[in-house]
C-alpha cells in the first residue's frame, strides 16, 4: 500500500537513529539487572556519538553471565547504578529513532528500569533489526543472530557480547538492511516501518487519526464507536506516538484489537512529560479504559491501622485514617507487613473483644510463644500493653525506630542460633515492612507541604515547572530557554488548582500521584524552587536503614544466584 504524500514523513538519510544494546545479568527485567549500555547515534550513515558504561546491577553476576560477556562482578562494582545512568542515556537518545537486534529484549529492561526509578518512558519509535532481517533476508541466510549478520554484512566490528562492540555491529547491519530495501522504495522511516511485517490492514485504515494531532506533550485518548474512551496513554510527542499504534512498532495483540475499534483520537496537551504522566493517572481512574491494564483497579491500595479498643490490634482497611501505615498495592501485602510488626511489637493479633478489665479468655500459642502479653486472660493491663502500641504508632509517624532495633537485634539472636532459614525469612519480612515505612514517610512529608514549586531542566537551557500543593500537581508550566523564569513561575502559582487538605495521611491525594511526584522531585537536576514549609522527612524514620535494605538486596541477590547455579 502507498503512502499518501502527508505520510512520507522524514527521508532515512535525514532520521537519527540510535543503536543500543544491553548486556544483563539474566532473567526477567525488573529495573535493576543491566550490567552495561552501549549505543551509537547515526544520521546519514555519519557517526554523530557513542554512548558506553558499565553499570552496577546492585547484585552479583551468575557465572554463566560472566562467561558469556566477561562482565564480572569486580567490574560493575564502581561502575553508576541504572538510576544514574538513565537520564544520560535518554538524554543521548533523545528524539531519535531506538534501533537493537531483538529489540524486544533491550526495550523491556529499559522500561523496566524507567518504571522502577521513576523515569518516564519517552515511548520512541522503535526499530528491530531482527525483524527487517528476517524480512529482507528471507532464504539467504540460515539464521539471523547478530553475529551471523554481522560477517554477511562485512561488519568492521565483530559482536563480542560487550555493550559498545554489538552496538557497533547492528549500525553496521542496519546500513546493510537499509541498502537492500532501498531499491523496494522504501525511502523514508514511515516507509521502513510500514515494510516490516504484522502490520494490519485496520491499523493501516486508521493511519488518518494521527494526522492532525500536535507533536508536543500530552495524553491521547483513543475512542470508540460509542465514543467509550479504550485506551489513555502519555507521550513526549504525541503525533509520533499515535502514529506509532499504525506500524509494525506495535506487535501487541490486545493494542492491534483496540486499534480496529478506534473511530477517533482525541489528546490533552501538556506543559511537560510529568504533566502527562499525572492526567494520565487521573484520566485512567475517572474512565477506567478496557485496554489498558493499568485501569483494571485504580486507586486500588490498602492500609494498615491500629483499632479503637480498649486493647488496639492491627487491622488492614482500605479507607486511611491519621497514622495509618501504607499504602500497600495488594492486600496480602498489607496483611504480612501487619503481622510482622505486631510480632516486632508484641501485640495480639486475635480478633476477640477484649474488655478493659475482668478478661478472663483462654490464651493462644502466639502467647505461649512469649509474642503477645495476654490480655485476653487478664495477664496484661491497658497501662501494661500501652507501651506497645506507643512504639507502634510512633514507628510510623517517624518518631521513634525502636521496633526496627528490636527486629534487627531479633534477626541477629537468629543468625548467632544458626537458624538460618529462619533468620532469612525474618530478614524479608523486616526488609518488606521497612520499605512500607519508608514509602509511608516519604509520601506523606510531601503531602503535609501545602505548597511545593520545583524546576527540572528542561535540555535546551530551559525549565520545566511543577507546583505541587498536599501532594498533587495544582500546575505545571515551562519557561524555555531565553524566557525569565520567576514570571512564569509567580503565573503558574497564581492560577493552580485550589487543593483542600482532607482527612488521612495523604491529605487526599492519589498515592500514586504522590509518589510519581516525589521520583520525579527527587531526581538528579531537579530544583526546589520556594516552599510554603520545609519539605522532610521523619529524623527517625526508615531513610536511615536504606543502607541496610541495600544489604539485604545484595543478600537475596546472592541467595537466588546461587540457587540458580545449583
Not at 522502577?116 to 515511548?123: C, D, F, K
Request: a positive charge.
Amino acid at each position: 500500500m502507498q503512502l499518501a504524500f502527508d505520510e512520507l514523513g522524514t527521508p532515512l538519510r535525514d532520521v537519527t537513529f540510535v543503536i543500543v544494546d544491553l548486556e544483563t545479568t539474566g532473567g526477567a527485567p525488573d529495573g535493576g539487572n543491566i550490567t552495561e549500555i552501549g549505543a551509537v547515534k547515526v544520521r546519514g550513515g555519519e557517526v554523530l556519538g557513542e554512548f558506553a558504561t558499565l553499570v552496577d546491577p546492585g547484585q552479583p553476576i551468575p557465572p554463566q553471565i560472566v562467561a558469556l560477556t566477561g562482565i564480572t562482578t569486580a567490574m560493575v562494582r564502581s561502575a553508576p547504578r541504572i538510576e544514574h545512568v538513565l537520564p544520560a542515556f535518554l538524554a543521548f537518545a533523545e528524539g531519535a529513532v531506538l534501533v537493537a537486534h531483538n529489540a524486544g529484549f533491550d526495550t523491556s529492561f529499559l522500561k523496566a528500569a524507567c518504571r522502577a526509578h521513576g523515569y518516564a518512558w519517552p515511548t520512541p519509535v522503535v526499530l528491530c533489526t531482527l525483524k527487517l532481517a528476517r524480512r529482507v533476508l528471507r532464504g539467504e541466510v540460515r539464521s539471523h543472530r547478530l553475529s551471523t549478520l554481522a560477517a554477511l554484512f562485512g561488519a568492521s566490528t565483530t559482536p563480542t557480547h560487550r555493550a559498545l562492540d554489538d552496538a557497533r555491529a547492528t549500525v553496521d547491519v542496519l546500513h546493510g538492511l537499509l541498502e537492500r530495501v532501498g531499491p523496494l522504495g522504501v525511502q523514508s522511516l514511515e516507509e521502513l516501518l510500514d515494510y516490516l511485517p504484522d502490520v494490519t490492514p485496520a491499523q493501516r485504515r486508521k493511519r488518518d487519526l494521527a494526522k492532525d494531532l500536535p507533536e508536543r506533550p500530552g495524553v491521547y485518548l483513543f475512542r470508540g464507536p460509542s465514543d467509550e474512551v479504550l485506551y489513555v496513554g502519555t507521550a513526549g510527542n504525541l503525533r509520533r506516538r499515535v502514529r506509532q499504534y499504525f506500524t509494525s512498532s506495535e506487535s501487541r495483540g490486545r493494542i492491534k484489537e483496540m486499534v480496529a475499534l478506534a473511530e477517533r483520537v482525541d489528546t490533552v496537551e501538556c506543559a511537560h512529560t510529568l504533566e502527562a504522566a499525572v492526567r494520565e493517572l487521573r484520566l485512567l481512574a475517572a474512565h477506567r479504559p478496557a485496554y489498558n491494564r493499568r485501569s483494571r483497579n485504580p486507586g486500588k491500595v490498602w492500609w494498615v491501622v491500629l483499632t479503637d479498643e480498649p486493647f488496639p490490634r492491627l487491622s488492614v482497611v482500605r479507607r486511611p485514617r491519621d497514622g495509618a501505615l501504607g499504602p500497600f498495592g495488594s492486600r496480602a501485602r498489607a496483611k504480612t507487613a501487619a503481622d510482622t510488626l505486631a510480632g516486632i511489637a508484641r501485640l495480639r493479633t486475635c480478633t476477640d473483644r477484649i474488655p478493659a478489665s475482668g478478661a478472663s479468655g483462654s490464651a493462644c500459642v502466639l502467647a505461649e510463644l512469649g509474642s503477645c502479653g495476654a490480655p485476653c486472660t487478664g495477664a496484661q493491663t491497658i497501662e501494661q500493653y500501652r507501651p506497645s502500641v506507643r512504639l507502634v504508632s510512633d514507628l510510623v509517624q517517624g518518631t521513634d525506630a525502636t521496633l526496627l532495633h528490636r527486629g534487627s537485634d531479633e534477626l541477629d539472636e537468629l543468625a548467632s542460633a544458626h537458624r538460618f532459614e529462619r533468620a532469612a525469612r525474618r530478614r524479608d519480612e523486616l526488609a518488606a515492612l521497612l520499605r512500607a515505612v519508608d514509602k509511608r514517610h516519604r509520601l506523606t512529608a510531601l503531602a503535609a507541604v501545602a505548597e511545593l514549586v520545583a524546576a527540572a531542566p528542561d535540555g535546551s537551557g530551559g525549565w520545566e515547572f511543577a507546583v505541587v500543593r498536599h501532594g498533587r500537581l495544582a500546575s505545571a508550566g515551562v519557561a524555555r530557554r531565553g524566557v525569565p523564569p520567576m514570571p512564569v513561575v509567580d503565573a503558574l502559582v497564581a492560577s493552580a488548582e485550589t487543593v483542600l487538605p482532607e482527612p488521612g495521611p495523604l491529605r487526599g491525594a492519589n498515592p500514586e500521584e504522590t509518589a510519581l511526584l516525589w521520583r520525579w522531585l527527587t531526581r538528579p537536576g531537579v530544583r526546589l524552587v520556594r516552599t510554603s514549609t520545609p519539605w522532610a522527612e521523619p529524623l527517625h524514620g526508615a531513610g536511615r536503614w536504606r543502607t541496610w535494605l541495600d544489604t539485604v538486596d545484595t543478600a537475596t541477590a546472592l541467595e537466588t544466584a546461587g540457587d540458580a547455579v545449583s
